[in-house]
Nanobody, 123 residues
Framework: QVQLVESGGGLAQAGGSLRLSCAAS????????MGWFRQAPGKEREFVAR???????YYADSVKGRFTTSRDNAKNTMYLQMNSLKPEDAAVYYC?????????????????WGQGTQVTVSS
């Protein structure tokens, strides 16, 4: 099993920045892909970003150019730097991990999930 714990959420003003972290523990040796998703009230969970073991990244169009994900494999930690925040970025942000290369935009393709961290953006 793999446990994921997100941190770094909070309140930011529109145009501001926040940095989220996701710490993995347990059987982390098998993790290939890590990702970020978000879910706003009344909406489905949506893909935000994905990073592979060697650092290859992939972003949703809505965050491309504003958000950057990275990972430190030695620390089993993934990060999401969020810049130029917009009110529509407000959501609960979830960290996900999967042992396979194929985990992508569909939340059902990910095996492990964190509990989420709230991001609020004031206009």
């Amino acid at each position: 099993q793999v446990q994921l714990v997100e941190s770094g959420g909070g309140l930011a003003q529109a145009g501001g920045s926040l940095r989220l972290s996701c710490a993995a523990s347990g059987r982390t040796v098998g993790i290939y892909a890590m990702g970020w998703f978000r879910q706003a009230p009344g909406k489905e969970r949506e893909f935000v970003a994905r990073i592979g073991w060697i650092g290859t990244t992939y972003y949703a169009d809505s965050v491309k150019g504003r958000f950057t994900t990275s990972r430190d494999n030695a620390k089993n930690t993934m990060y999401l730097q969020m810049n130029s925040l917009k009110p529509e970025d407000a959501a609960v942000y979830y960290c996900a991990a999967d042992p396979s290369y194929s985990a992508r935009e569909d939340p059902r393709s990910w095996a492990y999930w964190g509990q989420g961290t709230q991001v609020t953006v004031s206009s």
